[in-house]
C-alpha cells in the first residue's frame, strides 16, 4: 500500500504522536491491521513518546481532582467487551484465543453487528420492508465499498459513535452505543457539516437509546463534509441549536 | 535550564520507590517487574474508586503538562486533562497489557485527547494561519519544552537526536501538529518530515532502553 507515494512504514513515527491528519490516518489503519511488525513498532515508539509525556509533568490543582474522582463516582464504566478503539489497543480478550487486534477485525465486528441490527430492525419492520432493503442494501453498499473508512468517537455526554463511510457511495453508515438517555421531547440529531453550511442528516430514533443504535444511512456525503451529532427537540431542527457532543472529519 | 538538583513538585525527592506524582518513566529499563500502573488499571476496571484515586495521583500531572503543552489554555487544558482521566476510568478495561504499558496507554489517550481538542473545526483556520507564520509557532513550542527538559535521561536521548529529528519529534508531540504542519513550519519536504519522525522516535526509544 502507499500513502502519498512513500512507504507507508515511514508513517509509524507520525502515527505514534497523532501527527497523522485524519485522512491518512484511517489507511494507515487499514495497512497496520495486516502488518505484525509496524503495530510492534507503533507499540515500540509510543512507549518513548510517554517518556516525552513525563518530562512536561505539572502538579494539578488540587479542585481538579475532586471534580474527576466526583466524576468517576458518577459516571458509568465501559464493559470488557469488543469495540473499535485505537489499533494498538484494540482488545486482546483471553475468551477468544487466536483473536489479533487487527483493524479489519474490528471492522468485520462492527459489520457483524451492524448485520444483526439490520436484521432485527428488518424483523420487525414487515411493513416497512421496502424501505429496509433498499436501506440494507445502501449499507450493504458502504460497508463493502473498496474506500470504506471506519471512525469511531466518544460521545461526549456518553457512548460511542461510529461511523463507516465511502466517498465513492457519497453516504456513510451510523451506529452509536450506550448513548445517554434523553428526557421526552429531545432527541439527537445527526448533520453534516461543511464550509459551506451544516445540513440536517436525521433524526435518530429514539426507542433504541442506551443500547445499539442504527445503522442509519446519510447519503448526499461531499468532499470536506463532517459529521456531527447534538441534542434537539424531537421535532428536528434546521439547524444546530446546540454545541456537538460528537464531531467526526470525513 | 538548570542543571543539578529538580525540585520535585510533586512528592518528597530521594525516598526510594517513591516517585514523585507524574515522574516519567525514569527506570523504563528497571525490568520487567509488574506494572503498577497496570494492576491498579485492572482494579479500576472492576470499580475501585481508590485504585482510580491512585491512578489519579500518578498519572493527573503527566496527563495535564501534556495536554497544556499542545492546547495551552488554562483552561481548556484542564477540561481535557478531566476528559482524559474520565476516559480512564470508563474504559480502564479495554487496557491490555500485552499491548504495552499502563503509562503508554494513558498518555496516547492524553495526546490524542488533546490534538483532537486543537484540531477540531473552530480551530482549524485560525491554526492554519499559525502555521503560516511559520518560526514563532516553533520558537515558543522549543522554549516551553526547553524550559521543562530537566529530565536528564529524556533530555539526554534527546540530544542523541538530529537537529532535524529533535524538532519534528518535538513539535509532533508537544506541539500537537501534524506531519505536514511540521513540514510547512520547518520548510522541510512532507517526506523528509515523515522519515525524521520515525526515524528520531527509534532513535529515543532505543537511547531510552524501552523494554518491547
Not at chain 1, 505539572?58 to 464493559?79: C, F, K, N
Not at chain 1, 459489520?111 to 450493504?140: E, F, P, S
Not at chain 2, 500531572?61 to 483552561?75: E, F, K, M, N, T
Not at chain 2, 483532537?116 to 473552530?122: G, K, L, P
Request: aromatic share 4%; hydrophobic share 40%.
Amino acid at each position: 500500500m502507499r500513502l502519498g507515494g512513500s512507504d507507508p512504514h515511514t508513517l509509524a513515527g507520525a502515527y505514534a504522536m497523532d501527527a497523522v491528519p485524519e485522512a491518512d490516518r484511517s489507511r494507515f489503519e487499514r495497512h497496520l491491521a495486516r502488518c505484525e511488525s509496524c503495530r510492534q513498532e507503533v507499540r515500540g515508539l509510543r512507549e518513548a513518546t510517554a517518556a516525552l509525556a513525563g518530562v512536561t509533568a505539572v502538579r494539578p490543582p488540587p479542585a481538579l481532582r475532586d471534580a474527576v474522582l466526583h466524576a468517576a463516582g458518577r459516571t458509568r464504566q465501559m464493559p470488557p467487551t469488543l469495540a473499535p478503539t485505537p489499533v494498538a489497543w484494540a482488545p486482546a480478550r483471553r475468551r477468544r484465543p487466536g483473536w489479533r487486534p487487527r483493524l479489519a477485525v474490528a471492522l468485520a465486528g462492527t459489520l457483524a453487528a451492524v448485520a444483526v441490527a439490520a436484521g432485527l430492525v428488518t424483523y420487525g419492520m414487515q411493513g416497512r420492508l421496502d424501505q429496509a432493503r433498499h436501506r440494507d442494501h445502501m449499507v450493504a453498499a458502504v460497508l463493502s465499498a473498496s474506500d470504506a473508512t471506519m471512525a469511531s468517537r466518544h460521545v461526549s455526554t456518553g457512548g460511542t459513535a461510529t461511523v463507516v463511510m465511502s466517498h465513492r457511495e457519497r453516504a456513510l453508515v451510523f451506529t452509536a452505543a450506550d448513548l445517554h438517555v434523553l428526557p421526552t421531547g429531545e432527541s439527537y440529531e445527526l448533520w453534516l457539516i461543511s464550509p459551506a453550511g451544516t445540513r440536517p442528516a436525521g433524526m435518530i430514533d429514539g426507542a433504541g437509546h442506551g443500547k445499539m443504535i442504527g445503522p442509519m444511512v446519510v447519503s448526499g456525503l461531499a468532499a470536506g463534509d463532517s459529521v456531527g451529532l447534538t441534542v434537539e427537540p424531537t421535532s428536528g431542527s434546521p439547524r444546530p441549536t446546540s454545541p456537538p457532543l460528537m464531531l467526526i472529519n470525513l | 535550564m538548570t542543571e543539578g538538583q529538580r525540585r520535585s513538585p510533586g512528592g518528597p525527592s530521594g525516598r526510594p520507590g517513591q516517585p514523585p506524582a507524574g515522574a516519567g518513566r525514569r527506570h523504563a529499563r528497571s525490568g520487567p517487574g509488574p506494572d503498577q500502573l497496570g494492576a491498579l488499571l485492572g482494579r479500576v476496571a472492576r470499580g475501585d474508586q481508590d485504585a482510580y484515586a491512585a491512578v489519579y495521583d500518578r498519572t493527573a500531572g503527566q496527563v495535564l503538562g501534556l495536554v497544556r503543552s499542545i492546547v495551552r489554555d488554562p483552561a481548556q487544558s484542564e477540561e481535557v486533562t478531566q476528559e482524559v482521566l474520565l476516559d480512564v476510568w470508563r474504559s480502564a478495561s479495554r487496557f491490555d497489557a500485552e499491548l504495552g504499558s499502563a503509562a503508554a496507554w494513558v498518555m496516547t489517550l492524553a495526546h490524542r485527547r488533546a490534538v483532537d481538542r486543537v484540531r477540531s473545526e473552530q480551530k482549524a483556520a485560525e491554526r492554519e494561519l499559525r502555521v503560516a507564520s511559520s518560526a514563532i509557532a516553533y520558537d515558543e513550542v522549543a522554549e516551553a519544552v526547553e524550559a521543562r527538559l530537566d529530565r536528564e535521561r529524556v533530555r539526554r536521548c534527546l540530544g542523541t537526536l538530529t537537529e532535524l529529528q529533535r524538532e519534528s519529534v518535538t513539535l509532533a508531540y508537544y506541539g500537537g501538529y501534524t506531519y505536514r504542519e511540521v513540514a510547512g513550519l520547518l520548510g522541510v519536504a512532507i517526506g523528509t518530515v515523515k522519515t525524521r519522525m520515525r526515524d528520531g522516535l527509534i532513535r529515543l526509544r532505543d537511547c531510552l532502553g524501552v523494554d518491547l
